[in-house]
């Protein structure tokens, strides 16, 4: 865009031409944003712990929520498949509730159980009707309780909501704990 303004001159209104600059930058900017939120760099570089208190830590900064975090995972790494699911549903269960439930507070608690890897996101927010988030994602108007889902089972968990209209939300999933390869 700047060569084109150097080499153009004067045939280019200054103002319609920052607003293009202004637009291709902001694009840009938003594709950067979904490339991180499709994959971060850091799940593959440093493992499930710091990606989760990466994604707390940058939702809080983008809006300003309250969120605690209680991680306590090994050092060794995890099946990648588990960790991609744990993390893809915590990023699901986190915007959700940012975008719809309203709440004061939202909790991130991950550890090992039992041989198992248990995830919780936990708000405070309004709850919603079950039943009809999910028949909303049957008839495919809404992907998200669906996608979580999805993604536990795939990844051999299993994946379980408690709601209800005015008190709050809870997203669990729960993983056998295979480490990685």
Do not use: Y
């Not at 939120?37 to 712990?49: C, I, M, Q």
């Not at 707390?56 to 209680?70: D, F, P, S």
């Not at 309203?102 to 041989?115: N, T």
């Not at 309004?126 to 495919?140: I, N």
Request: proline share 4%; net charge negative.
């Amino acid at each position: 865009m700047d060569a084109l303004r150097r080499a153009s001159g004067a045939g280019i209104d200054p103002a319609a031409f920052a607003e293009s600059e202004e637009l291709v930058d902001n694009a840009l900017q938003q594709v950067r944003s979904l490339t991180l939120d499709l994959r971060p760099t850091v799940l593959d570089d440093l493992g499930l712990a710091p990606a989760l208190r990466w994604l707390a830590g940058r939702q809080q900064k983008l809006t300003g929520a309250r969120l605690e975090t209680e991680i306590d995972l090994p050092a060794a790494r995890l099946d990648p498949a588990i960790e991609t699911a744990c993390f893809r549903i915590a990023q699901e269960a986190i915007t959700n509730s940012l975008r719809h439930a309203r709440p004061q507070r939202i909790s991130l608690s991950v550890r090992i159980e039992d041989g198992a890897v248990s995830l919780i996101v936990a708000d405070d927010g309004v709850g919603f009707d079950l039943a009809a988030a999910r028949a909303a994602g049957a008839e495919g108007r809404s992907a998200g309780l669906t996608g979580m889902e999805e993604r536990a089972h795939l990844a051999g968990g299993e994946f379980e909501v408690r709601t209800a209209p005015g008190g709050g939300t809870e997203v669990r999933a729960r993983f056998a704990a295979r480490r990685a390869a």
